[in-house]
């Protein structure tokens, strides 16, 4: 299947619905589909507690209102600097509860580097510290039940609340393979890679719905200062073991690949590297920088130095891709991009 111009919409799915990273998705008929909508944002980069996320927090609760969401992908580095320490760390509270307070939905979240922090904030070589959040998602006391994290790698359908499935979103683990690694053994990044490509085989072969979106905290490709996995930073061979796993088992069979890490927005075309798959960049939701080279990957929209979010609307064979910029100063929101595009 193919990717043209055109439309899309889409449906919310709270916790029960997600399947964990030793799931299969259920087996459901591939019927029916051409009059279902799902509506979803698409946000990154978001744990700081500050002004910033609380800006793009409240267009998200606007835009809702007026057009309708039915849940957030949390696209990783959820909170800053370091992570949580704990079920019970404060940060929850601060860095995401509260923020997101007025907005009722979903977010099925996922892990970036800051994450999974040690040494220092954002060097990746924790994975133990971002099971913790993985561990927040089954806490009975928290203060919602809007943070969706079944596993580290997990996946969910929607529309949830019929049975014949829309799209299956794709939560994946990016960070123990685009990090330099970790003591751990049980993050090794070559058995690790196997495990979760094994795992992405059997729901690509396994998911009857028409469309596949897959989501995570690294980007395959970016126009940003992190630039593309394989050589993340400049870095040749940085990440080159996450390219490797995506170019083997997630490219050409998602639609579209969604992530953060590079704190700005990009709508990027497909590429030969890739086959069929759209990439957005969408790490804009509490922090802003410039792009770094607008000419790396050809893209269809881009912008660097704001705050903002995706938001995508899939609706039978089509999908929308609306780029929402948020004013760092007034915080007035605007839809900068839109784009359309038909699956066949």
């Known amino acids: 299947m193919k990717l043209n111009t055109m439309m899309t919409a889409m449906l919310l799915l709270p916790a029960a619905g997600a399947m964990a990273m ?6 459901l008929p591939d019927q029916g ?10 946000v990154g980069d978001t744990g700081t507690g500050e002004d910033g996320q609380y800006k793009v927090a409240a267009a998200m609760q606007a835009l809702c209102e007026q057009k309708g969401c039915d849940f957030a992908l949390g696209l990783g580095d959820n909170v800053y600097e370091s992570g949580v320490d704990d079920v019970d760390d404060l940060q929850f509270v601060t860095k995401f509860e509260q923020p997101y307070a007025a907005l009722n939905m979903p977010f099925y979240m996922t892990l970036g580097n800051h994450d999974n922090s040690w040494l220092f904030g954002g060097d990746g070589l924790d994975n133990d510290r ?3 959040q993985v561990d ?3 806490h009975e006391n928290r203060q919602s039940d809007k943070w969706n994290m079944p596993a580290r790698y997990y996946t969910f359908n929607a529309p949830l609340a019929e049975e014949t499935p829309l799209i299956t979103f794709i939560s994946m683990d990016s960070n123990p393979l685009a990090a330099v690694g ?3 053994a049980e993050y090794w990044q070559l058995p690790y890679k196997k495990k979760e490509a094994e795992w992405l085989d059997n729901v690509m072969e396994t998911s009857v719905a028409p469309w596949k979106i897959a989501f995570a905290h690294h980007p395959f490709l970016s126009n940003g200062n992190h630039g593309n996995a394989g050589m993340y930073d400049g870095v040749p061979g940085a990440g080159v073991i996450y390219y490797d796993m995506l170019r083997k088992h997630v490219c050409d069979r998602a639609d579209l690949i969604i992530a953060g890490h590079d704190h700005d927005m990009q709508l990027l075309q497909a590429d030969d590297s890739c086959g069929k798959t759209l990439h957005i960049v969408s790490g804009a939701g509490a922090k802003s920088r410039s792009l770094k080279d607008t000419e790396r990957n050809d893209a269809y929209w881009q912008q660097g130095d704001t705050l903002g979010f995706f938001y995508l609307v899939v609706e039978g064979d089509q999908l929308t891709a609306t780029a929402v910029t948020v004013d760092k100063v007034s915080g007035e929101y605007q839809e900068s991009f839109s784009k359309s595009f038909t699956r066949q």
Not at 22 to 27: N, Q, Y
Not at 34 to 42: D, E, G, H, S, Y
Request: hydrophobic content about 30%; charged content about 25%.
């Open 136 to 138: 927040y998602h089954y």
């Open 33 to 42: 589909t051409v009059n279902k909508t799902v509506r979803f944002i698409a």
């Open 22 to 27: 030793s799931g299969t998705p259920d087996a």
């Open 130 to 132: 971002g099971d913790i």
């Open 182 to 184: 970790d003591a751990d």
